[in-house]
């Protein structure tokens, strides 16, 4: 069974750094056709993609939030990290990590965790 | 940016044809999915590649892309089918797009 959990802080302060872990099970983050992406929603509000990795670790961000995002992985452990700087309370919402099988950037997210969700505020 | 336009909303009644669009910059060059995210849960995808459905989806969910616009049709609407539904692409210059979502109501 293939599966994505998230997990990281639940409240985080402005100015903070955010990390969140997308934790795989049933499929290897080295797999050709595999790729895992982060995807944010504000409550109440729109999906909005924020990063991919692909399975060669080649790196696809969010040109808005460019300068803010890193994804990497671990695939040892099977998980993929997202670190986002400088948080604000517009960036309060649930991340999601979610696969992509294919080859091709327009192929599906097959797969999405629960969400975790993260409320910024002092 | 490449951006992708929904309606907020769409009613339809029980048993009906529910008709959600989707509308981008030269959308039938670019492939889309359709996602279904009922209250609480996450994203489901139900029409990839734009009229190709994953296993398990209803052949009454169907897709289709041509010109500047995406639809996604439901027939014989069901309860059930009572969701918010997103479309997505790529665009080479933004990257994954995600339309502002359609709420749809079986009423």
């Known amino acids: 069974q293939v599966t994505l959990k998230e997990s990281g802080p639940v409240l985080v302060k402005p100015t903070e750094t955010l990390t969140l872990t997308c934790t795989v099970s049933g499929f290897s983050l080295s797999n050709a056709r595999m790729g895992v992406s982060w995807i944010r929603q504000p409550p109440g509000k729109a999906l909005e993609w924020l990063a991919h990795i692909y399975s060669n670790d080649e790196k696809s961000y969010f040109r808005s939030l460019r300068n803010r995002l890193t994804i990497s992985k671990d695939t040892a452990k099977s998980q993929v990290v997202l670190t986002m700087t400088n948080m604000d309370p517009v960036d309060t919402a649930t991340y999601y990590c979610?696969?992509?099988?294919?080859?091709?950037?327009?192929?599906?997210?097959?797969?999405w965790g629960q969400g975790t969700m993260v409320t910024v505020s002092s | 940016s490449y951006e992708l336009t929904q309606p907020p909303s769409v009613s339809v009644s029980p048993g009906q044809t529910a008709t959600i669009t989707c509308s981008g910059d030269?959308?039938?060059?670019?492939?889309v999915c359709w996602y279904q995210q009922k209250p609480g849960q996450s994203p489901v995808v139900v029409i990839y590649q734009d009229t190709k459905r994953p296993s398990g989806i209803p052949e009454r969910i169907s897709g289709s892309n041509s010109g500047n616009t995406a639809t996604l049709t439901i027939s014989g609407t069901q309860t059930m089918d009572e969701a918010d539904y997103y479309c997505?692409?790529?665009?080479?210059?933004?990257?994954?797009?995600f339309g502002g979502g359609t709420k749809l109501t079986v009423l």
């Open positions: 979610a696969r992509r099988t294919g080859s091709s950037a327009s192929d599906p997210f097959d797969i």
């Open positions: 030269k959308l039938g060059d670019k492939y």
């Open positions: 997505q692409a790529w665009d080479s210059s933004t990257g994954v797009v």
